[in-house]
Protein backbone atom coordinates (compact mmCIF):
# COMPACT_ATOMS: atom_id res chain seq x y z
CA UNK A 1 0.00 0.00 0.00
CA UNK A 2 1.03 3.50 -1.00
CA UNK A 3 0.26 6.15 1.68
CA UNK A 4 0.08 10.43 0.50
CA UNK A 5 -0.57 12.70 3.33
CA UNK A 6 -1.79 16.29 2.31
CA UNK A 7 -3.35 19.16 3.75
CA UNK A 8 -1.12 20.95 5.51
CA UNK A 9 -0.67 24.20 5.47
CA UNK A 10 -0.17 27.78 7.02
CA UNK A 11 -2.59 28.79 9.97
CA UNK A 12 -2.60 31.13 13.18
CA UNK A 13 -2.59 29.80 16.38
CA UNK A 14 -6.14 28.98 17.37
CA UNK A 15 -7.30 27.77 14.12
CA UNK A 16 -8.10 23.94 12.96
CA UNK A 17 -6.40 21.65 10.05
CA UNK A 18 -7.16 18.64 8.96
CA UNK A 19 -4.87 16.62 7.12
CA UNK A 20 -5.43 13.68 4.93
CA UNK A 21 -3.43 10.30 4.92
CA UNK A 22 -5.08 8.59 1.25
CA UNK A 23 -4.20 5.13 0.51
CA UNK A 24 -3.51 3.58 -2.70
CA UNK A 25 -2.73 -0.13 -4.04
CA UNK A 26 -4.92 -1.25 -1.21
CA UNK A 27 -7.49 -0.37 1.92
CA UNK A 28 -6.38 0.92 5.04
CA UNK A 29 -8.95 -1.09 7.08
CA UNK A 30 -6.58 -3.81 8.02
CA UNK A 31 -4.18 -1.62 8.90
CA UNK A 32 -3.52 0.34 12.34
CA UNK A 33 -2.29 3.80 10.94
CA UNK A 34 -0.62 6.48 12.97
CA UNK A 35 0.74 10.15 12.54
CA UNK A 36 4.16 11.28 13.60
CA UNK A 37 5.44 14.50 13.32
CA UNK A 38 9.00 16.05 13.00
CA UNK A 39 9.58 19.64 13.67
CA UNK A 40 12.46 21.96 12.69
CA UNK A 41 15.64 20.18 14.50
CA UNK A 42 14.07 17.55 16.13
CA UNK A 43 13.55 13.63 15.81
CA UNK A 44 10.34 12.06 14.88
CA UNK A 45 7.34 12.38 17.56
CA UNK A 46 4.40 9.93 17.80
CA UNK A 47 1.11 12.27 17.20
CA UNK A 48 -2.02 9.75 17.23
CA UNK A 49 -3.15 6.42 16.01
CA UNK A 50 -6.03 4.39 15.26
CA UNK A 51 -6.36 0.83 15.14
CA UNK A 52 -7.14 -1.51 12.61
CA UNK A 53 -10.66 -2.78 12.50
CA UNK A 54 -11.36 -0.89 15.40
CA UNK A 55 -12.49 2.30 16.73
CA UNK A 56 -9.69 2.45 19.38
CA UNK A 57 -7.75 5.50 18.88
CA UNK A 58 -4.33 7.19 21.02
CA UNK A 59 -2.67 10.50 21.09
CA UNK A 60 0.30 11.73 22.80
CA UNK A 61 -0.37 13.98 25.87
CA UNK A 62 0.58 16.79 24.19
CA UNK A 63 -2.44 16.82 21.49
CA UNK A 64 -5.26 15.04 23.64
CA UNK A 65 -8.29 16.67 23.37
CA UNK A 66 -7.24 18.44 20.66
CA UNK A 67 -6.33 16.48 18.08
CA UNK A 68 -8.81 13.21 16.77
CA UNK A 69 -8.08 10.93 14.23
CA UNK A 70 -11.02 8.88 12.31
CA UNK A 71 -10.71 6.88 9.06
CA UNK A 72 -13.38 6.57 5.73
CA UNK A 73 -12.54 2.83 4.28
CA UNK A 74 -14.80 3.64 1.21
CA UNK A 75 -12.51 6.66 0.41
CA UNK A 76 -9.35 4.61 1.74
CA UNK A 77 -8.46 7.74 3.65
CA UNK A 78 -7.75 8.42 7.67
CA UNK A 79 -8.04 11.85 8.82
CA UNK A 80 -6.25 14.14 11.36
CA UNK A 81 -8.68 16.56 12.49
CA UNK A 82 -6.68 19.24 14.44
CA UNK A 83 -7.74 22.26 16.54
CA UNK A 84 -7.02 24.60 19.17
CA UNK A 85 -3.29 24.79 17.13
CA UNK A 86 -0.46 25.79 18.66
CA UNK A 87 2.81 27.25 17.73
CA UNK A 88 4.45 24.21 18.75
CA UNK A 89 2.18 22.27 16.75
CA UNK A 90 4.72 23.30 13.55
CA UNK A 91 5.90 20.23 12.18
CA UNK A 92 6.23 17.78 9.39
CA UNK A 93 3.42 15.53 9.64
CA UNK A 94 3.72 11.70 7.98
CA UNK A 95 1.36 9.02 8.21
CA UNK A 96 2.35 5.48 8.92
CA UNK A 97 0.59 2.28 8.44
CA UNK A 98 1.08 -1.27 9.71
CA UNK A 99 -0.47 -4.40 9.70
CA UNK A 100 1.36 -6.34 12.37
CA UNK A 101 2.18 -3.77 15.15
CA UNK A 102 1.41 -4.50 18.74
CA UNK A 103 -0.59 -2.35 21.17
CA UNK A 104 2.53 -1.64 23.16
CA UNK A 105 4.72 -0.55 20.32
CA UNK A 106 1.90 1.95 18.47
CA UNK A 107 3.78 4.93 19.47
CA UNK A 108 7.19 3.52 18.19
CA UNK A 109 7.69 5.18 14.89
CA UNK A 110 9.83 1.46 13.86
CA UNK A 111 6.98 -0.50 14.10
CA UNK A 112 5.41 1.06 10.72
CA UNK A 113 6.90 -0.16 7.64
CA UNK A 114 4.65 2.26 5.18
CA UNK A 115 5.39 5.64 5.51
CA UNK A 116 3.50 8.80 3.60
CA UNK A 117 5.61 11.68 2.36
CA UNK A 118 4.84 14.01 5.08
CA UNK A 119 2.74 17.26 4.70
CA UNK A 120 4.33 20.43 6.62
CA UNK A 121 1.75 22.46 8.89
CA UNK A 122 3.11 25.75 9.93
CA UNK A 123 1.10 27.70 12.87
CA UNK A 124 2.03 31.08 13.91
CA UNK A 125 1.36 33.22 17.17
Known amino acids: VQLQASGGGSVQAGNSLRLSCAAS????????VAWFRQAPGKGREFVAA????????YYSDSVEGRFTTSRDNARKSVYLQMSSLKPEDTAVYYC???????????????????WGQGTLVTVSS
Open 96 to 114: AASRTIILSSISNEYGYYY
Open 25 to 32: GGTLSDYT
Open 50 to 57: LRARASNS
